[in-house]
């Protein structure tokens, strides 16, 4: 991999990015941490007084009724007070998560806006995305349903098994064993429905992958008659995903049934046992309001052991995807360099801005300033044993139209990259305006170059979205210019909504996409204009109408293009430089 000199390291972690937003929303923290709290209390306190209500009702001596009224309320009080606790702690939880999760995607994106083209290029696309969505995904669950749940899950067993010691010492030390075996029980049932919903989704993500995927082969597959194959491709895709719902469907049926009835016979044991027919009763026994409480609480106490074995599926999950964000963050960054000026000798040290250089300058008189692109003994690898460019020179006057041309892989469209400032060579070096192209500030560079590339990649939004790119800079007049340049005019004029038509409302061909690239690569008005293999895909006809656009958009500009067919027709007079 080419070592980029303009490389810088910063440490960001996970836990980095929790502990400051933790901070920056002390009060969300601290009403989570509150609700938590509160919510594992009061879930504690209505069988307590339950079993003291049923207790008065059933003993011959009880108290005047005004109190059993009271504990009745105080029992409707305890039990709201517990559901609002734990709604408020769900809530906060959310809160909490989401702007977690914001802040980690925020700090993805802005790494992205930091690394090396180096290290873009030699990144998956979809691996990026999966980051930014799966994984930072998974650290929301990770404190939705991980660590504060699995912490409030584990609070409320200890809590409940506290209060089932103090009415039945018998039942607390039956529950000691039976909670690793409803864990385990858990762990095996929620990891084989897991496993089927993860099959199921890979099914249905090659379900809709074949689908127009063969859509778009069809003539293909007409011709071929292989009709059985694609249908077969596809069914076996279907099927598999139909498999894996009625696995994951059966697991989710079985195993609610399954704990009800344990957590029966668990009562039903008890019961038994504190029953005078199997003289247990001294270890067992009770009274009728402590039994309703007992009840009530191995009601409660399997609920958060079934939670207990899913969180720690979903906190294992998020580790993973906490690895590869934390791996993610700690790529070398470039170094955004500063804007730049350079005072010209012999010109009463006036600032040449590179933004501003133009024919009228006289740049070539300017020894800070010598040329528009000075390419000298430039060599550049991606790998450490596949060298692309080696000990290249080019130098390309204001104004000058060079054409490269060479073999496939000769490092045509990188050498393009190199003058960009995308990547830094390996060894030589390439100037811009005197001004190494890597040190050139990403605020600046849309005003030196304008970059035509070989297809049209659009942007979500409007036709001038597609030619501002966003850039408050780009006024209507530079728009309007732009695509007169571009010879775009006449068709934006006659939308209905012009310049704010929706772009995945309207058809164009390639050629009229590939004008729209003109367009954009000049609105700023840049001074270099570079041209990637921009005909290729088009036809003589079409071919004739951007070749045209360019010449307009080549007026005051120097033009470095790759392209032997550009050269060969553009009507201007250039340069042919071959590269080997």
Known sequence: MNKNKNVTKRRYSVLGCVLKEASKSWSVTLALLFSVGAAV??????????????????????????DTLSLG??????????????SAREVFITVFGQRLTHALRSEVCLKIQRLPSSSLASEKTGNTVSLITGDVGTVERLFESGIIGMTADIVSVIGIWIMICRRNMGLAIVLIPAFPAVYYFTRFFKKTALKAHSEGRRAAAEAVGILPETLKNIRTVKVYRCEKFAEDRYGSAVKA????????????????????????????????????????????????????????????????????????????????????????????????????????????????????CTENDDISALSSVPMAIDIEKLSFRYTPDTPVIDDFSLKIGTGANITLAGRTGAGKSTCLKLVEGLYSPDRGSCKVFGIPSDDIPDSEKRLIFGYVEQGFRPVPGSIRDQITLGDPRADDGKVKNALKIAGLEELVGGFENGLETRFDAISLSEGQLQLMSVARAVVLEPRILLLDEITANLDSVTEDAVLSSIKAASVNRTVLSVSHRLYERSGKESGLVFMN
Do not use: H
């Open 241 to 356: 995903g139909f498999d894996a719902a009625e696995k994951s469907n059966f697991c989710d049926a079985v195993y609610s049934p399954v704990i009800t009835a344990f957590s029966a016979g668990l009562v039903a044991f008890v019961m038994i046992m504190a029953s005078n027919v199997t003289g247990a009763s001294s270890f067992f026994g009770m009274s009728v309001g402590t039994s309703v409480a007992v009840v009530a609480y191995i009601g409660k106490i399997f609920g958060p052991i079934e939670s207990i074995g899913m969180e720690i599926q979903n906190i294992q999950s998020a580790v993973a995807g906490i690895k590869r964000i934390d791996g993610f963050l700690a790529l070398d960054e470039r170094k955004i360099p500063e804007g730049i000026s350079r005072t010209a000798k012999g010109a009463e040290k006036r600032e040449v801005n590179l933004c501003e």
């Open 41 to 66: 209390v009061f879930g504690l306190i209505p069988p307590a007084i339950l079993e003291k209500a049923v207790d008065l009702l059933t003993n011959p001596g009880n108290k005047p009724a005004i």
């Open 73 to 86: 309320l105080l029992y409707f009080a305890a039990t709201a007070a517990a559901g609002l606790s734990e």
